[in-house]
């Protein structure tokens, strides 16, 4: 088996750093791009509109990468999505960027899941896990970055900010060079001819579009919430969020130690727990910066226990034969809670009701993964017996 170098391991780390970005790397330039385009009515859905493309071409990218494998599917999204990045530079017109945002989502929807998939064809077991949760803090790593050269960018013209998706041609020639050209390989997987079944499949996609929800219910209201209540501004509002996602980086690497010890399904409620209790903490302690701040950091903690470990499950759940597919599910569901959280606004104008619903789902969200960790532990007693 061909070993992946530490440059090689960070080819694959910057590939997966491109899909936290898809929608935010023009965020800190949005007025003025959309001023451009003429949808200043409609600015936030060029931030939005790659995340549904990710979800509409999620399984074309499951089935292409099962059937060329994740190294040319890899291959092939990097090249389509800086491409498709940058060329929106020259469009004009509402339906040609709306479409052209919505094609970003579907190279997204391959570079996530194929970068995944072929760091799994390289690494297995723990080392697999501990790769999965660096990928994740990469990605987080990566979204405070891309979005720091945005607005650099952003202050030189409107139309600078879509270079940074050129970055993807970057990771190619890493790609290129320093990660070794392998079909998907039959590593341990040949052994392991019995797939977990659908439904346990079900409950970790559906645990990742949960934990992401509610993840983006925090992240798109926290600016109204710090201005209301504390009166920050866009600058402050910035460094408070970059700090939610430098946190996020620390609970990822600090989640495999937590699955080792626990369980990945522990894990998870650990992590719908945090959400759920820093939206207690929003909904109680506007009048104190300092729980703002504590908020923040526990909802940090539950993005980092939940969204890297879930993609993790869904690899250890898969085989080489659907393992494609099933990333491919991951990344649209992923995408998709980061989708509906945008339709927040329209529940209420009041941020304390919308954070006292956020804590409702969260009971429930606990309850459900609490029956469902018990009846996992009584079906292994059952097997072992």
């Given at each position: ?18 899909t ?19 949808v ?8 939005t ?6 979800v ?25 999505y800086?491409?498709?990045g ?17 094609l970003?989502g579907g ?22 896990l ?6 994740g ?13 945005g ?25 290129i ?15 392991k ?29 926290l ?13 402050s ?6 700090m ?14 937590m699955?080792?010890r ?9 992590g ?5 209790i ?25 993005f ?32 998709l ?5 945008s ?40 097997q072992?017996?």
């Amino acid at each position: 088996m061909n070993k992946l170098s530490r440059v090689g391991v960070f080819s694959l780390m910057l590939a997966a750093s491109l899909t936290i970005m898809v929608g935010s790397a023009i965020t800190p330039a949005l007025i003025q791009i959309s001023e451009h385009y003429g949808v200043e009515d409609m600015a936030t859905w060029l931030t939005t509109l790659p995340a549904l493309g990710v979800v509409l071409f999620a399984p074309i990218a499951g089935r292409l990468i099962d059937r060329v494998g994740s190294y040319v599917a890899l291959f092939s999204g990097l090249i389509l999505y800086g491409a498709i990045g940058v060329s929106a530079i020259w469009l004009s017109g509402t339906i040609p960027i709306f479409a052209d945002r919505i094609l970003l989502g579907g190279a997204t929807a391959i570079v996530m899941s194929s970068s995944t998939g072929l760091l799994a064809e390289f690494f297995v077991g723990e080392e697999r896990l501990k790769m999965i949760a660096l990928q994740g803090m990469s990605i987080e790593a990566g979204g405070i970055i891309f979005l720091s050269i945005g607005g650099v960018l952003g202050g030189l013209g409107w139309q600078w900010p879509f270079m940074i998706y050129l970055i993807a041609w970057v990771a190619l020639l890493f790609l290129i060079i320093f990660v070794p050209f392998r079909k998907s390989s039959n590593l341990e997987e040949e052994q392991k001819s019995n797939t977990t079944n659908a439904t346990s499949i079900l409950s970790v996609l559906l645990a990742a579009l949960l934990a992401m929800t509610m993840f983006f219910i925090a992240f798109i209201t926290l600016p109204f919430y710090l201005a209301e209540n504390f009166g920050l501004g866009s600058a402050s509002t910035g460094y408070f969020l970059a700090m939610i996602s430098l946190v996020a980086v620390i609970s990822a690497s600090v989640m495999p130690k937590m699955v080792k010890r626990f369980s990945d399904y522990q894990t998870l409620l650990t992590g719908f727990s945090l959400f759920t209790i820093g939206f207690i903490i929003l909904s109680v302690g506007q009048s104190l910066f300092a729980l703002a701040i504590l908020a923040g950091i526990v909802i940090g903690f539950g993005f980092g226990f939940t969204i890297p470990l879930a993609n993790h499950m869904v690899v250890e759940k898969s085989n080489v034969s659907n393992r494609g597919k099933n990333l491919a599910y991951f990344s649209s569901f992923t995408f998709l809670g980061q989708f509906l959280s945008s339709f927040v606004e329209g529940i209420s104008s009041n941020l304390v009701v919308i954070y006292l619903i956020a804590v409702m789902f969260g009971f429930l969200i606990i309850i459900f993964y609490s029956l469902w960790l018990k009846r996992n532990k009584k079906r292994q007693t059952l097997q072992i017996q």
